[in-house]
């Protein structure tokens, strides 16, 4: 038996986004996203789910908060929904929209529960899509009014802010691979929106100092980590490029100015390079206070000529996989920190999203006996400590999911939340890794 402790001031969280859990889709004005749209389109989304009912957080957030209470979470991290705020995306602000926003903020400070805000999670106004989308640099300029705009109405208010969540997925997943919305195929257009994305965040930070705004601002990327299968250089090389994809390509520019060179090359060799403009480079790595790091999975992989975008591929160990296909690599979270400390020094970080996906349902009394999930946050918690030891500043874990929700391209049909959503009546039964999570957060410490 041993004990696996954190720090006093660490802080436990919880998160979701407005598309996943919201629902109300056409209520108090809201305007439609690009994931209305992808949703609604043949084939993009598994038996065809939509956001339009979700969780229906939109109305039951009392209730929702109250758990959230219960669960014992000193923050909650959510995203606010661009379309219900400025509907078409740069026109007029939609103030029940706000209200919205108001009201459930209003009700975790109520529990004293801290929010953490996330601008965008993905569901950008259609209109603007219609425009180019983040292919067109005007949206950068819709982005950083629609920050302000928020920076302005939650002054005071809302003191934790972050940019964007993972713009891998905004950039690369839904414009190269076209899994995501808006579901393109072209990496020249993929690195375009990258770097827009990037630019609109070093806009966003500048922002809210211009305000005086209190508080801290940071960005949300997503990690993997792929361990190299033998010390050959080629495994290493290839390796260092698929990892580098998703963490080194956006984390770099933020934190240094630069893009990382070898990918630079890469993508240039592969008739792709980002357009960037005076300016952009300073813009993009403006200071932010915190990196927030989402961790889900990873592998061992090496090199083999002409596959994939990497000349890279994954070597299958046999390891288990959680119920979506994601490998369990516990290890790999310890080695993605490890990483960003080695090559940016210093900066808090907070892990903003880790969980897993496990399908389980009601059982025949009434509970969720969701043990493997358990077993996942309490490997995963592990190595967050190991970093903490070995001296990387990790301030704090928000778990994915609050509660089940729209799973993106798997609609309904996959599973992340400590609390079990019954879609056809909105029942929440709490998981026992809720049970289990709330222990944690309460001592904050446990037993392996
Ligand atoms: C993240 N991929 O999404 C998101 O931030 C969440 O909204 C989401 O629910 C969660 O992780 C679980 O998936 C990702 O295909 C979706 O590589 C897909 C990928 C990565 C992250």
Request: glycine fraction near 10%; charged fraction near 20%.
């Amino acid at each position: 038996m041993a004990i696996v402790q954190f720090p006093k001031d660490f802080v436990w969280g919880a998160a979701t986004a407005s598309f996943q859990v919201e629902g109300a889709y056409q209520e108090d004005g809201r305007g439609m996203s690009i994931w209305d749209t992808f949703s609604r389109t043949p084939g993009k989304v598994y038996q065809g789910d939509n956001g339009d009912v979700a969780c229906d957080m939109y109305h039951l957030y009392p209730q929702d908060v109250k758990q959230m209470a219960d669960l014992g979470i000193k923050s909650y991290r959510f995203s606010i929904a661009w379309p219900r705020i400025i509907p078409d995306g740069s026109g007029e602000v939609n103030e029940k929209g706000l209200a919205f926003y108001h009201n459930l903020v209003d009700e975790l400070l109520k529990y004293g529960i801290e929010p953490m805000c996330t601008l965008y999670h993905w569901d950008l106004p259609q209109a603007l899509q219609d425009q180019g989308g983040w292919d067109n640099r005007a949206t950068i300029d819709h982005f950083v009014r629609y920050a302000e705009v928020i920076f302005e109405s939650f002054r005071g208010k809302i003191n934790w802010f972050a940019t964007f969540n993972e713009p891998w997925c905004s950039s690369f997943l839904s414009n190269y691979i076209g899994a995501h919305a808006p579901g393109y195929t072209d990496l020249q257009l993929a690195v375009n929106v990258a770097h827009n994305l990037l630019v609109a965040h070093g806009g966003a930070v500048q922002k809210f100092r211009s305000l005086g705004m209190e508080g801290q601002i940071g960005i949300v990327p997503n990690t993997e980590w792929q361990e190299p299968y033998s010390s050959k250089q080629e495994d290493i090389d290839a390796c260092f490029r698929a990892s580098g994809w998703l963490n080194d390509w956006f984390i770099r520019p933020v934190m240094t100015g630069k893009y990382p060179e070898h990918l630079l090359t890469w993508f240039k060799s592969k008739g792709a390079q980002p357009r960037i403009e005076a300016g952009d480079m300073e813009l993009i790595s403006s200071k932010i206070d915190f990196l927030g790091v989402n961790y889900y999975t990873g592998g061992i992989g090496r090199y083999k000529e002409g596959e994939g975008l990497f000349d890279f591929e994954t070597v299958d160990m046999g390891w288990q996989k959680t119920d979506i296909g994601w490998n369990y690599y516990p290890q790999g979270l310890y080695n993605v920190l490890t990483w960003i400390h080695k090559e940016f020094g210093d900066i808090p970080i907070y892990i903003t999203e880790n969980g897993a996906c496990y399908n389980d349902g009601v059982s025949e009394d009434g509970k969720v006996h969701d043990e493997r999930r358990i077993t996942y946050l309490k490997s995963h918690l592990a190595q967050v400590e190991r970093a903490i030891a070995s001296g990387v500043p990790v301030k704090g874990y928000y778990c994915w999911s609050l509660m089940d929700n729209f799973e993106w391209a798997y609609g309904y049909s996959m599973r992340f939340g400590l609390i079990h959503v019954d879609y056809d009546t909105q029942k929440r039964t709490p998981k026992d890794s809720y049970k289990w999570y709330k222990k944690v957060v309460q001592l904050g410490w446990y037993e392996v």
